[in-house]
């Protein structure tokens, strides 16, 4: 079993930066973002392999948000800039136990409960 903790949210101005990070508690290969905001569906924003080789953003957030993970620390992170109050969401780390990326809520084996980033205009 593997536990997920995110932290990092908050509430920013829209322009502003904002990094999350994901601590797991044990091995990882594949992991993502995803969000949820009020009334909508989770949604997948980014994906990065073990090796960090590779990494995959929906459309919407390409340019202004960064995955990244620190394997040694066991740490995943989105390094979110250029906000917009339509990021606003409950952010979640997902990990799994494949190698490939994947962008669907089914490719994850572990969720973290989420923290909330909220951007107003």
């Known amino acids: 079993q593997v536990q997920l903790v995110e932290s990092g949210g908050g509430l920013v101005q829209a322009g502003g930066s904002l990094r999350l990070s994901c601590a797991a508690s044990?091995?990882?290969?594949?992991m993502g973002w995803f969000r949820q905001a009020p009334g909508k569906e989770r949604e997948f924003v980014a994906a990065?392999?073990?090796?960090?080789?590779?990494?995959y953003y929906v459309d919407s957030v390409k340019g202004r948000f960064t995955i990244s993970r620190d394997n040694a620390k066991k740490t995943l992170y989105l390094q979110m800039t250029s906000l917009k109050p339509e990021d606003t969401a409950v952010y979640y780390c997902?990990?799994?136990?494949?190698?490939?990326?994947?962008?669907?809520?089914?490719?994850?084996?572990?969720w973290g409960q989420g923290t909330q980033v909220t951007v107003s205009s």
């Open positions: 997902a990990a799994s136990f494949r190698t490939g990326l994947t962008t669907g809520t089914t490719g994850y084996d572990y």
């Open positions: 044990g091995r990882t290969f594949s």
């Open positions: 990065i392999s073990w090796s960090a080789g590779s990494t």
